[in-house]
């Protein structure tokens, strides 16, 4: 079975890199980016399987990239998990609305997360 790509769009490097360990150590490939242009590149460079973001990136938030995502690059099937720190309901809501399928809040475990990754790709249901 060939492993899933999962673009994880977090400018803190810190929770890329312990992302992607979690996910690597499950058999998926992990790409990362830092903001929404370098999210923006790898999407048009190679469409992954689930895509997690962070609602506070620099410069465009991570819910204007899941807009982006859904209406200007036309993925509107792509499984978008967000992992963030705003917790409140309207912030989920938010995240909803932008295009999420799953939004976690921070902190965010192991189980959570690939939890959400394997709803998002339809595996494990």
């Known amino acids: 079975m060939e492993s899933k790509t999962v673009l994880i ?3 803190e490097m810190s929770n890329t890199q312990l992302f992607g360990m979690m996910l690597e150590l499950e058999g998926y490939r992990p790409v ?11 999407l048009r460079q190679q469409t992954p399987d689930v895509m997690i973001v962070d609602v506070m990136l620099p410069g ?4 204007d990239l899941c807009r982006k995502v859904r209406n200007e690059l036309g993925l509107a099937d792509l499984p978008i998990v967000i992992v963030s720190a ?3 309901l309207a912030d989920v809501q938010a995240g909803v609305a932008a295009g999420a399928t799953v939004y976690l809040t921070k902190p965010v475990t192991k189980a959570e997360l690939l939890g959400a990754v394997r709803q998002a790709v339809g595996e494990g249901e």
């Open 9 to 11: 769009v977090d400018d």
């Open 32 to 42: 990362a980016a830092v903001d929404e242009p370098t999210a923006l590149e790898a």
């Open 60 to 63: 465009a938030s991570g819910l």
């Open 86 to 88: 705003k917790s409140q």
